[in-house]
């Protein structure tokens, strides 16, 4: 996985209306989590951290502070506006060399499947899965090959098999499927996902092509 670094400033205010300061000068603030130590709190400026956050990859970040300290890390939240959706808070957690971690990570589509050539709808139920590895098998993403996805046919939690990671949600779930346009996604998934879905590609009607 790709490390890249985000310089930060150790912040000593820690009040609401210290974050509120932060924000209006164009940063945001963030809190630095580990086992062996005390949480740290610290601020970036919000150019610096949208690129961890807006991005269809994990990264570990290389955090350096101003105090000459740094730490391996990873995104662990973040916390959004609920009007601008800017980023207005977030936590890092410090990575230990042979420690597993819980961490989410985006799940990206290969190919273009026959069944949406064949006029079915393809649906994307997740587009990032909870996993537990250790920080040397954390993965960039969760690439899904949906080359061969006929209509009707589904990928689920439980298809993913890659050494040294665990997959933290349920092997029913279903992570992305081809369903026929007229059919409702809980008909054609037998109701086994439980999260809306997003259309990512409609394929040609068989009667407009004749």
Do not use: W
């Not at 949480?39 to 951290?49: D, G, W």
Request: glycine share 6%.
């Amino acid at each position: 996985m790709e490390k890249k670094v985000l310089e930060a400033v150790a912040r000593d205010q820690i009040s609401k209306s210290g974050r509120s300061t932060l924000r209006k000068t164009g940063k945001v603030p963030g809190i630095l989590y580990a086992k062996s130590l005390k949480p740290v709190p610290f601020s970036v400026l919000e150019n610096a951290i949208k690129p961890f956050v807006f991005t269809s990859d994990a990264h570990i970040i290389n955090l350096k502070l101003d105090n000459q300290q740094e730490y391996d890390c990873v995104l662990k939240d973040v916390q959004f506006h609920p009007v601008t959706d800017r980023v207005i808070h977030f936590d890092l957690q410090v990575l230990v060399s042979g420690e597993k971690i819980e961490i989410e990570v985006p799940v990206t589509l290969k190919g273009t499947s026959v069944g949406v050539r064949d006029g079915g709808l393809l649906q994307q139920f997740y587009h990032k899965i909870s996993i537990e590895c250790l920080p040397a098998n954390i993965p960039e993403h969760i690439e899904l090959d949906i080359t061969n996805l006929k209509l009707g046919d589904s990928i689920h939690a439980g298809d993913i098999n890659i050494e040294g990671i665990d997959i933290l949600i349920g092997a029913e779930n279903v992570l992305v499927a081809v369903t026929h346009p007229r059919a409702s996604s809980d008909e054609a998934l037998d109701g086994s996902a439980r999260t809306e879905p997003e259309v990512i590609s409609k394929g040609k009607d068989k009667q407009t092509e004749e």
